[in-house]
């Protein structure tokens, strides 16, 4: 038995195919299947049927689950000699949601790159339900996004809140108005982004908008980036709500159209998430303290929150 062949077995497992676990593996379909075939041999059990999808076996899924504790053991002993050399390298998978990575990414991406040049970041945008998926079939090491999530195989490392501010055409009442209330919002003059984004139920949550008929149809119109959101509200009017790092870079003249709720302040939750099995824990907690040490002052904790289920 060798830790590639149980490499191996958890890819299989994961995604349930032959070639798609090799290629992740970096190995030829062949070798890959030998070796599984290999560990079934030298345990004498069956830990895959060769159906497609490939099924794992009720004694395969007790062996892989003792698999990744192995491994996570393995990895967990190159962290602790790495960090008696005083070594920081390796590569990390990170997904982050769309609606975060143009306005994260830019605060704490150079630094964190500059200070730890043996570190490999490999990062994509993605949505919620894919960054969970590719979690937990580890396509990903860790996701940066809204939390909480509630699912027991995930650990969730709070970053901070982000406020949400609304941004008001100067045709709207509300344009008029110092500070709101979720209630003060025309659900008729809204732009949303398109489903799919997490953005977009927790500005429905925070609204507390049903999806009754006739607001379903007033949100044909839906956007796919929050830049795409705000364009809207400039040329056509209306409201949309924005996260507070997206609200940053913008121009006075801008600025001028934002208008923040009443305390306690509306806000998602933005954590940095992974397996809880992840065994890369020194790599994640330095990304966690570049991410921390690089916000803007404004985004220091506040004692005051709502914070808005995803």
């Not at 830990?47 to 003792?66: A, K, L, S």
């Not at 998926?133 to 901070?160: C, H, S, W, Y």
């Not at 870079?249 to 159209?257: D, E, G, Q, R, T």
Request: charged share 25%.
């Amino acid at each position: 038995m060798t830790l590639v062949q149980l490499e191996y077995i958890i890819a299989l497992d994961a995604l349930k195919h032959f070639a798609k676990a090799a290629a992740r593996c970096h190995v030829t379909q062949p070798s890959l299947s030998m070796q599984v075939q290999k560990l079934e041999e030298e345990l004498g059990i069956q830990i895959f049927i060769r159906t497609n999808p490939v099924t794992t076996t009720e004694t395969g899924q007790i062996v892989i689950e003792q698999a990744k504790k192995i491994l996570a053991e393995a990895h967990m002993m190159q962290d602790i000699v790495q960090q008696e050399k005083n070594i920081v390298a390796g590569t990390l998978k990170i997904g982050i949601i769309p609606t975060l990575a143009p306005y994260l990414l830019p605060q704490f991406l150079q630094a964190f790159i500059k200070q730890y040049p043996q570190v490999r970041l490999s990062i994509h945008e993605l949505t919620t339900e894919n960054i969970v998926r590719q979690l937990k079939n580890g396509t990903v090491d860790a996701g940066i996004m809204a939390t909480p999530l509630n699912i027991p195989e995930l650990k969730e490392d709070f970053l901070f809140n982000e406020e949400f501010v609304a941004y008001v055409s100067r045709k709207e009442k509300l344009f008029n108005k110092k500070y709101l209330l979720p209630d003060d919002i025309d659900v008729h003059s809204m732009w949303l982004l398109e489903e799919g984004h997490c953005l977009r139920n927790q500005v429905m949550n925070l609204c507390a908008l049903q999806k009754d008929a006739s607001i379903e149809k007033h949100f044909d119109y839906a956007a796919g980036s929050i830049e795409t959101l705000k364009h809207f509200v400039d040329k056509n009017g209306g409201i949309t709500l924005l996260p507070e790092l997206a609200t940053y870079n913008m121009s006075s003249a801008k600025k001028n159209m934002l208008r923040y709720f009443k305390n306690p302040a509306p806000v998602r939750e933005v954590s940095l998430v992974t397996l809880k099995t992840f065994s890369k824990t020194r790599l994640i907690n330095i990304l966690k303290e570049t991410i921390m040490e690089s916000l803007p002052p404004q985004m220091e904790r506040k004692k005051k929150v709502d914070v808005i289920p995803v």
